[in-house]
């Protein structure tokens, strides 16, 4: 996760000033009856308040202060609630604002106006934010750039490395007037120069949707929020029923045993407020905006809360190899020379040959060559012969010694020429490392072929262990790649992945999708190509690339901003983080309720049945302690709990089973604990102040 | 004490053991055909009925659910009100009041059989034999109809046909319930209960005392009576009448009768997923639930009543008051606790002279919804209830939306789950406090206060959750008792039934997601408790200040003062 920018403290200052008022404002009946279980406990406020204000004036024949507290108590409960509403906004808030500044554009080169565009790579240029780019403005890109938005090329050819989309390793050729005239935004040019016009224009801001997204009020439901609170709902309907039979059966009490009084209707509220999961339902949309809040954090922008629940249940990733996987780039692993070269002298030509080569496999060649322990260094009397898109080779020239590297159906032409042909051994040898998944590079010395250097598509350190853990989690991987399927199955075998898709074009991709969906699985993806737009609309969670093009964006559900592809699992492990919390706190409101029967129950009925004083395990001191001490432990833990809403239940992947345990161990013994230990605590504090 | 622990143990074995077989052979008509037995059979009597291929949808399978039950109460009313012109009454017993004829009625289509009659001295034979045996066939069948749907659509992949009621209904009487009453009769013959139609016998007790002697076709109806947990008895005393329940070997069998089908529906679930430990896990988390209930029931019978101290009872006796003496503790505290946990209802021993703490075991698996094994059918897919629920809350634990065998539970699903779980407790906390409001209700009561309070809150817990048994303190032949419990038993048989099937409708519609290492494991010892403890914690949290006023209070004052 990204931790580039302050990471922002629960306590922070402004926030905390914003969302205590904020609290107060979110007492509108309207945004009050979006939450039905909190709903119940306004309207409890609304009336304990009223019947204290009667008892003050005698209408009403109840202790004046018992009342008063007790509405005291139910009207914090509510703003406590609101409160963690509110601080959840704003943290989000503040942390979407923060990524607007973040936000990563690439440079652009912007053609001037009326220029002559013959003069190739000459022309007048100014420098643009990429953002700034609009449709049929040309664009010049030289080598090493990024190209800055899709487009068409209208002059030049040359090798672009599209791997970030495709996932091929091997540079393409691009060029005005071929079959392939057009080129994507966030691809590299590695050689010549291109001008470019653009034919999308770059985005509006997803940021500014998020922003819309983390306040509650436009916020919609997410089918999981639905039906919990459909269950929240269930149980404030079996509380309500509950403490209303109350009313009658204690009735029936005091008629028969003639002595005592009838339940009031202040602790019946009391009672009932205690007993309706106010906890979960007072938290429960602080979780959803937390949520999106951490992916924010992320430098993830997800366009619905749905998108995010969907995260959670994911069970099979399409990660695109390069970038993920791989490092993208072919890097120099091993030597092989050709019958009666020595090792030595292949890898000092290989050497020479890329000394200035500044591609990232021109310099992998020169690692390798010193590991070896073979240093070399050019004078000045050199020439280097940079890889072109016509050549399709490269290498230097040092006093009329001709060095060079290129692919081998190149190089074997290259040799014709020099009449010099391919023994059948090294042509073995190319085929060998071929079918490994590595790509074979033949090395020239003057008239000699020297041997053969391979490049290997290296895989990232430590991404096997994630798959595995990913295993664990129920999570299939799947590498999505442009190469053949022979380097596919090698380099899939390699990283640990599940499955692969080889030779992945925009249909198979889809395809691939739509199969894993028809067998029940929910699938994510990444991707930044307009080519891709098709599959991410079919995914489940679909993340786009920032540096990606625009029907890319449209059609996923979330935005990466730091076009980091790992992020997936990131994401995936958010989802699930917001999903535990939701389902955590649900138990711990739920077994709260047994210590505040064992509260309340012996206080309610003190005058009509002492000897229910038996259920009074707690030992509180008096009915009106423990109706209190009950309510209050009810309000405070919103309070308490909050920071864990924010934050989000702690979650190392681990088996389903070993999980479940551990969180019922948790939230559903702790919840059923950690009230009996909390009232009485209050209890103590209440009978030493009064 | 010692050998009612003994009498459970046994008890448990043998029901394991039968769990199996019995699953196994019912298997197949839950797939929708026959037992190989009757394959050919069953195809003949299909193209008679004009059965074949006409599945339907859940909401068409309701439809003739509810239809042909009110059609069966219409006609079970009418029977009883016409009685005096129907054949098979040696006694010419009368039309019976249309009050008690209302309650009766609806009593035993809804599987309930709550008596607010005696039997021998209200209904001819033809009324019991061909309207009450008849119901206890056809409600026990309606009930495993439920369940079999349940478990089709748990395994249907978007499908919105569930099978068809009435070939439901067919098989499972004919292929069922049938064969096993009519083996089962045949047992009962032979431990001594009376199967004839002869008038009644007066004869003269040793005493000297005139004595009329009810005679009556009992053995048949009886088998039913447990196998289908109806639970109506042909006599008012139920199976703690001799002629009912002769030997011990007859109770101990009566108890296994009454679990046995809705014990091996847990195996024939199993079956249908393909996936035993699914089946057994269901069956582990009831036998959770009862053997720790009966076992409670055992520790607390086994302490002679204060009173009965006070008035000079032996103390170290078991608690003898409302006892057949023919019982010992095991018998009687082991048929208590199965009768209330399945939906049964007969009873072998009176259950308001329980200690307080046991009548609260009663109830209070009751309240739960009778889902401890609970009625046939009505049990399995009132368990369901509370794993959708466990489900719901541990797959949120896990970081998974909530799925069970691969079926999602989507809000609408969790909209007819809540209503399936709001609605008994409703029924039974609305009635009892309408009771409590009606002073002229107290004339139905035995005793007062706590104890008269847990009268009422048993009635209402057997009636709405179609148990049968009472508290027996209650006169509950009064106008209004028939009405209100009347109306608990009806609605609190079909609309959860609705719930259900339109549950299985949407849950049939659904496509089948793979499970993982990743999705909650909902087989297994630790899953079984998990069901368990959301039973208990549900049932307690809802009725706990109820139990509190009645049972509790009642507890601390016989035994604390």
Redesign the interface.
């Given at each position: 996760m990204s931790k580039k920018h302050k990471a922002l403290n629960f306590a922070d200052k402004d926030i905390l000033k914003d969302a205590l008022k904020e609290s107060f404002r979110k007492l509108n009946i309207k945004v009050q009856l979006q939450n039905q279980v909190m709903f119940i406990v306004y309207l409890g406020s609304i009336f304990t308040s009223v019947l204290s204000v009667m008892s003050l004036f005698g209408a009403y024949e109840e202790n004046f202060f018992f009342v008063f507290s007790i509405s005291l108590i139910l009207w914090f409960t509510v703003l406590f609630a609101n409160f963690a509403e509110a601080i959840a906004e704003g943290r989000a808030k503040a942390q979407a604002n923060s990524l607007k500044d973040l936000k990563k554009t690439t440079d652009a080169f912007k053609v001037v106006a009326g220029e002559d565009l013959s003069l190739g790579d000459k022309v007048k240029t100014e420098k643009i934010d990429s953002d700034l780019l609009q449709v049929n403005d040309l664009v010049l890109v030289k080598a090493g750039e990024i190209i800055p938005c899709d487009g068409e090329i209208i002059i030049g050819m040359a090798s672009v490395n599209e791997s970030a989309i495709t996932g091929e390793s091997a540079p393409v050729i691009r060029g005005a007037g071929c079959d392939f005239n057009s080129v994507t935004g966030g691809t590299t040019l590695l050689s010549d120069f291109l001008i470019i016009r653009a034919n999308c224009e770059k985005g509006k801001s997803f940021i500014d949707k998020m922003i819309n997204m983390v306040e509650s009020a436009s916020r919609r439901k997410t089918p999981n929020e639905i039906a919990l609170t459909i269950l929240l709902l269930s149980l404030t309907i079996v509380f309500i029923m509950v403490t209303a039979a109350m009313l009658p059966f204690s009735e029936f009490a005091v008629k028969f045993n003639e002595n005592g009084h009838i339940v009031s209707y202040s602790v019946l509220i009391a009672l009932l407020v205690c007993l309706i999961p106010t906890t979960i339902g007072g938290l429960l949309s602080a979780i959803g905006v937390a949520g999106m809040g951490r992916l924010l954090n992320a430098n993830v922008i997800a366009k619905s809360g749905r998108a995010v629940e969907a995260a959670g249940d994911v069970d099979v990733l399409l990660l695109d190899k390069t970038g993920t996987i791989t490092y993208g780039n072919r890097q120099a692993s091993e030597f092989y020379p050709d019958i009666g070269v020595s090792k030595t002298d292949l890898a000092r030509s290989a050497l020479l040959a890329s000394l200035v080569d500044d591609t990232p496999e021109g310099r992998s060649i020169v690692t390798l060559a010193n590991k070896m322990g073979i240093h070399e260094e050019l004078n000045n009397d050199f020439t280097f012969i940079p890889f072109s898109a016509q050549t399709k080779m490269s290498g230097v020239n040092i006093k009329g010694r001709q060095i060079r590297k290129g692919s081998p159906e190149t190089m074997t032409k290259y040799l014709e020429t020099l009449d010099v042909f391919v023994s059948k051994a090294m042509m073995r040898t190319v085929n060998e490392v071929a079918s490994h998944g590595s790509t074979p590079l033949l090395v020239v010395d003057d008239n000699k072929l020297m041997g053969i250097v391979e490049l290997k598509d290296i895989v990232k350190a430590g991404i096997k262990e994630q798959f595995a853990k990913l295993r664990v989690m129920g999570i299939k991987t799947v590498m999505i790649t442009g190469d053949n399927p022979l380097t596919a199955a090698a380099i899939a075998a390699e990283a640990g992945v599940d499955d692969f898709l080889a030779e992945a074009t925009p249909e198979s991709k889809l395809n691939t999708i739509v199969k894993y969906q028809k067998e029940g699985h929910l699938v994510a993806m990444t991707g930044d190509g307009t080519n891709d737009a098709p599959a991410l609309a079919q995914a489940d969670v679909a993340v786009a690339m920032n540096s990606g093009t625009q029907a890319a964006k449209e059609s996923s559900n979330m935005v990466d901003l730091d076009s980091s592809p790992t992020k997936l699992i990131d994401i995936v492990h958010i989802g699930k983080q917001m999903l535990i919390t939701r389902g955590s706190l649900t138990t711990f409101s739920i077994a709260n309720d047994v210590a505040k029967y064992f509260a309340i129950i012996p206080a309610a009925f003190a005058t009509t049945y002492p000897e229910l004083n038996v259920l009074n395990v707690m030992g509180l001191a008096s009915p009106s302690s423990a109706l209190l001490s009950a309510v209050i432990f009810n309000a405070l833990i919103i309070i308490a709990l909050i920071p864990l809403a924010l934050r989000g239940v702690t979650y190392k992947p681990m088996s389903a089973k070993t999980l479940l345990i551990k969180n019922i161990c948790i939230y559903g013994l702790g919840g059923i604990i950690t009230p009996f230990i909390g009232i009485k605590l209050i209890d103590m504090l209440i009978s030493i102040i009064l | 004490m010692q050998n009612a622990f003994l009498v459970l143990a046994v008890f448990m074995l043998v029901l394991t053991l039968l769990v199996k077989p019995v699953g196994l052979y019912m298997a197949p008509i839950c797939k929708g055909s026959a037992p190989i037995l009757f394959k050919s059979f069953d195809k003949k009597l299909m193209r008679l009925l004009g059965l074949e291929n006409c599945s339907q949808t859940w909401s068409e399978y309701a439809g003739s659910l509810v239809c042909f039950n009110i059609l069966g109460l219409i006609v079970l009313y009418l029977m009883q009100r016409f009685q005096a012109y129907l054949p098979l009454n040696p006694e010419g017993l009368g039309a019976v009041d249309s009050y008690t004829a209302f309650n009766t009625a609806i009593s035993f289509v809804t599987n309930t059989n709550w008596q607010s009659y005696g039997g021998e001295s209200t209904m001819g034979y033809f009324v019991q034999m061909a309207g009450l045996a008849l119901q206890n066939f056809l409600s026990a069948a309606t009930g495993i109809a439920v369940a079999f749907v349940l478990m089709r659509s748990l395994v249907a992949k978007q499908q919105v046909l569930l099978g068809n009621f009435f070939s439901d209904v067919v098989r499972i009487s004919l292929y069922i319930l049938l064969p096993l009453a009519f083996a089962y009769a045949i047992f009962l013959v032979s431990q001594g209960c009376i199967q004839n139609f002869s008038s009644y016998i007066d004869a003269s007790t040793l005493s000297g005392v005139q004595q009329t002697i009810p005679m009556g076709p009992v053995a048949s109806q009886e088998a039913i009576k447990m196998l289908g947990t109806n639970g109506g008895g042909f006599f008012n005393a139920n199976s703690a009448h001799p002629f009912e329940n002769p030997t011990d070997l007859s109770n101990f069998s009566q108890c296994l009768a009454i679990f046995v089908i809705s014990a091996a529906l847990c195996y024939t679930f199993g079956v249908i997923v393909n996936d035993s430990r699914q089946g057994w896990t269901i069956y582990i988390a009831m036998a959770i639930i009862f053997v720790t209930c009966a076992s409670l029931m055992i520790v607390f019978e086994s302490a002679q009543s204060p009173y009965l101290l006070d008035a000079g009872a032996a103390p170290d006796f078991y608690n003898t008051e409302g006892k057949e003496a023919r019982f010992p503790l095991g018998q009687s505290a082991l048929f208590s606790t199965v009768t209330t946990s399945a939906s049964c209802g007969a009873v072998n021993n009176m259950h308001d002279s329980l200690n307080p703490l046991s009548g609260m075991l009663t109830m209070l698996l009751m309240q739960i919804g009778e889902v401890v094994f609970g009625g046939v059918g009505s049990g399995f897919y009132g368990i369901f209830i509370f794993i959708f629920?466990a489900v719901?809350?541990?797959?949120?634990?896990?970081?998974?939306?909530?799925e069970y065998l691969?079926k999602k539970?989507?809000?609408a699903q969790?909209?007819l789950i809540?209503?399936a779980?709001?609605c008994t407790?409703?029924l039974v906390?609305?009635a009892?406090?309408?009771a409590?409001?009606f002073d002229f209700n107290l004339d139905s009561l035995n005793n007062?206060?706590?104890h008269?309070?847990s009268e009422y809150l048993y009635a209402f817990s057997s009636a709405a959750n179609n148990n049968g048994s009472a508290f027996a303190g209650l006169n509950a032949n009064t106008p209004f008792f028939n009405i209100a419990t009347g109306l608990c038993m009806f609605f609190g048989r079909f609309i959860v039934i609705i719930c259900i099937l339109g549950c299985a409708g949407a849950i049939a519609k659904q496509?089948?997601?793979?499970s993982?290492?990743?999705?909650?494991?909902t087989f297994?010892l630790?899953f079984s408790f998990?069901i368990a403890?959301t039973v208990i914690?549900i049932g307690?949290?809802?009725f706990?200040?109820?139990l509190?006023?009645g049972p509790?209070?009642e507890h601390?004052?016989v035994f604390?003062?």
């Open positions: - | 629920l719901f809350i541990s797959s949120l634990m896990i970081g998974r939306t909530p691969g539970l989507t809000p969790m909209k809540a209503i779980v709001l407790p409703f906390l609305a009892t406090a309408i409590c409001l007062t206060a706590a008269g309070f496509k089948i997601i793979p993982s290492s990743g999705t909650l494991p297994g630790f998990l403890g914690l307690a949290l809802t706990l200040p109820a509190a006023l509790v209070v601390i004052e604390f003062n």
